[in-house]
């Protein structure tokens, strides 16, 4: 399928980026003009449902103008059951938000993010040490790498 080009618009400044999962949902903040990003605190999933009073709590208070979802293809493109899973997080959030979820391909996010981890701070216990904020922080930089000045189907990943 050809890629479709919409622009994104320049007002979607402030972004929540998510490294979606079954147990926890990495969450990081970030800040289009600058590229900056934060992470968060995971928000609880079961079975890869949101507590969405909780994620309700978290979007109202830093009031986002799109959300940015990672999306776990397998490293030939296609969708595995979790990228799958991914776009259907992505839709429900514009649905119960009514704000734009961009998706940006996130293969290796949470390696990178382990990696990153056991570099900077020397341990793998990453059950205790959640990268999931990390790697949020990770999918939101390369999404806004990806679109500097617009530019992208917020349904396709990047």
Aim: charged share 25%; net charge negative; with cysteine.
């Amino acid at each position: 399928m050809p890629e479709q080009t919409v622009r994104i618009p320049e007002k979607i400044q402030q972004l929540l980026g998510f490294d979606f999962g079954t147990r926890r949902i990495g969450m990081a903040c970030g800040q289009r003009l600058t590229c900056g990003t934060r992470e968060l605190k995971p928000v609880s999933a079961r079975d890869g449902v949101p507590d969405w009073d909780q994620l309700g709590r978290i979007i109202a208070e830093w009031q986002p103008d799109a959300f940015v979802v990672g999306l776990p293809l397998h490293m030939d493109g296609s969708d595995s059951d979790m990228s799958r899973r991914a776009r259907k997080f992505a839709g429900r959030l514009e649905g119960r938000f009514h704000k734009p979820a961009y998706l940006q391909d996130e293969r290796l996010s949470s390696f990178e993010a382990k990696g990153m981890v056991l570099e900077q701070q020397g341990h793998t216990d990453f059950g205790e040490h959640s990268v999931d904020g990390l790697a949020a922080c990770l999918i939101l930089e390369s999404w806004m790498n990806a679109h500097p000045s617009g530019g992208g189907d917020p349904h396709e990943s990047a």
